[in-house]
Each structure stands twice: as C-alpha cells, then as structure tokens.
C-alpha cells in the first residue's frame, strides 16, 4: 500500500515538474514579445464616382422625360423615343421597325425601365399595345394588346407599381370620356375596370395596394377595390398631386386656378378633414408641385431658382433652369447641358 501512494506522489511531482519546463518555454521562446513580425500595408483603392457627362440636351424638351435615378433621358425626336445615358452621353432609340406611332411613354418610379405604347396596325385593326422597355440591357418587349384604337382616342395615362406588378392604362375616347384598362404580370390581355364616372382628370396607383384612385372634374376622388371615395369639405376644391411609397395620399386644395394648402393622409381614414396639412405661404401652380416616393412634398419656384421642402420648411436654390424631380435630387438645364444636383448639395 505504501509503495503505491509513493509512486502516485513520484508521477503527480514528475508531471509537475515537465508542466513547469513547458511553461518556462512557451514564455521565453514561443510568446516572446519582441519576436519579429513583419507587417505590410496593403491599400484597398476605393472605386471612383465617375462625373456626369452633362450631356447636351435636345432643342424640344416638351416631351423630356427623366428615369427614377436622373440616369437616363428620354424624349420625342422626328416620331421616334430616344433614350440618352447621361453617364457616358450615349443615344439610341427604341425599337420600332414598323414604325407605328409612339402614343404615351413613361419611366417606372423605381426602374431604368420604361412603359411605351404603341397604336399598332394589327389583323384586328388599330390597337394599342404596351411595351416594356429596359435602357439598362436596351431591350423592348411587347407585354400585350390594350384596347382597340378608335378614331379620335387617345393614351391618356400609365401607372404602375413595381411592388403589386400591376399597371392601369387610361385611354381617353374622342368624346372626352376615359376607360380604364387593368393588367399585371400574369396577364396576357387587359382588363377594363368598371369606374363610378367616366368623366376623369387623373388616375394615381396605391404603390403597396391593389388600388387605383382617379378623381373626376368635379374633384371628386374615387377609390377601387373596395369602391368607394373620399370625403373633402364642402366647399373646398382639390386636386390629387400623388402617393408615395407608404401609400399616403397627398390632395392639393385650389384656390382661384394654384395650389395653396396641401393635405395628406392614410387611406385609412377617408374623411380628408383628418389629415394633416401645410400652407403655402406663396401659391403654386400644380405641375410645379412634386411628391416624391418618400414622402417629401417639393415646390419649385422656378421665378426665384428655388425649390422649397414643404414639410421641412427648407429652400434650396440652384443654378439654371429646372427640369424635373429625381430619387436623390434635381435635374437642370445649364448653358442647355443635362445637369444632376443632390438635395444634400442645393
């Protein structure tokens, strides 16, 4: 017994021991602290913005059009749709080997992609047709017959929403009358939507709804699916100006011909006498009036080269004559060179 507790102690000692040696080797040599180590720098060359070409702009800017991002142009020329990259100055047109009239284009909210239509002399008479086209690949599709083209009718208006996949056509006859014609991704044909009144000032497309709201020329604002519409005090005349991204819908009150109060709501609560509002401390005409898909209101003061922010009560002037409203800032026209100016720098 004895001999068995002196060898347990010999091994315990023994281990200890070769721990200890062990120990005082990995301090002296392994974890030196001034054991060379070299280092070398290496510089990660961080990818340079290219400048804007500040491309010449077209003679006619009637039809000018700018895409989400300010990237790219679009325009009427001699019947044909130009697109220019403003990155590189680069023009081509879109394809159109039959040479059928370019009825209504429009770039989408959030895409280098635009909706064309077309009146198409087709075996079933003259149709519009829609297209999409992607500037980025220069690429056109058909997607699908509209509606017949009757004589004396008219594109009016193409709205869509990336989000549902859903575009609504508005097809104006020679009688002034609208049709409004639904279609989405799955779809091979349109479909007319039944509307309470025909008689149509404007439609505007829910972003994250299957919803359409067109008003008529009395002001009276409907909604679809469900019908209804909403309720604006008697007495007041208003005009829809747009609906940004969280589907709040932003109405326009007139006052002898300009805009001088703008109302804004959730189409949760239909009695517009809920919403919020901002004055106008200087009316505007509507089509200087810009809801962006944010939710900034923005009123250009093209008198003064001044832009005002709304809800922030901010002006911002810039140089040169203003074009349009893009994702991040403003387009303008300089010495008739394409211009692009981020909010962050007016």
Same mark, same amino acid.
């Given at each position: ?171 104006? /006859? ?9 279609? @989405? *991704?799955?779809? &091979? $044909? +349109?479909? %007319? =939507? ?82 919020? /509002? ?9 089509? @200087? *009036?810009?809801? &962006? $898909? +944010?939710? %900034? =209101? ?49």
């Amino acid at each position: 017994m004895k001999r068995n507790v002196k060898a347990l102690l010999a091994c315990a000692v023994l281990s200890l021991i070769l721990q200890f040696i062990v120990l005082i080797w990995l301090d002296k040599f392994y974890l030196k602290e001034n054991a060379n180590v070299n280092v070398k720098e290496v510089s990660v060359n961080k990818p340079q913005e290219q400048p804007e070409k500040n491309v010449d702009l077209p003679n006619d800017m009637s039809t000018l059009q700018v895409s989400y991002n300010g990237k790219y142009l679009a325009y009427i020329k001699d019947s044909e749709l130009k697109i220019i990259n403003s990155a590189n100055g680069e023009e081509k047109s879109f394809t159109n080997k039959s040479q059928d009239e370019i009825s209504y284009f429009t770039w989408l909210p959030d895409r280098n992609i635009m909706l064309v239509s077309k009146k198409e002399h087709t075996n079933k008479g003259n149709m519009f047709t829609l297209y999409n086209y992607d500037a980025e690949k220069n690429d056109a599709q058909k997607i699908s017959d509209i509606a017949s083209a009757q004589t004396g009718s008219k594109i009016n208006s193409i709205k869509a929403s990336t989000i549902t996949g859903v575009t609504y056509i508005e097809i104006k /006859s020679g009688s002034d009358k609208s049709s409004v014609y639904r279609m @989405d *991704i799955n779809q &091979t $044909s +349109s479909k %007319k =939507i039944d509307l309470q009144n025909s008689s149509l000032t404007g439609i505007f497309v829910v972003p994250r709804e299957e919803r359409l709201i067109y008003q008529d020329r009395n002001g009276k604002v409907y909604l679809t699916q469900p019908k209804g519409s909403l309720t604006i005090s008697h007495g007041i005349k208003t005009k829809v100006l747009g609906i940004d991204n969280d589907s709040t819908v932003y109405l326009g009150e007139v006052s002898n011909g300009k805009i001088v109060k703008v109302l804004y709501g959730s189409l949760n609560s239909k009695n517009t006498s809920q919403w919020e /509002s901002k004055e106008l401390t200087t009316a505007a005409d509507e089509k @200087d *009036i810009f809801i &962006t $898909s +944010s939710g %900034k =209101i923005l009123i250009n003061y093209s008198d003064s080269n001044a832009l005002l922010d709304l809800k922030e009560n901010k002006k911002m002037n810039y140089e040169g004559t203003f074009i349009s409203v893009y994702n991040k800032g403003i387009t303008t026209s300089i010495d008739h060179k394409y211009h692009k100016t981020d909010f962050s720098k007016l």
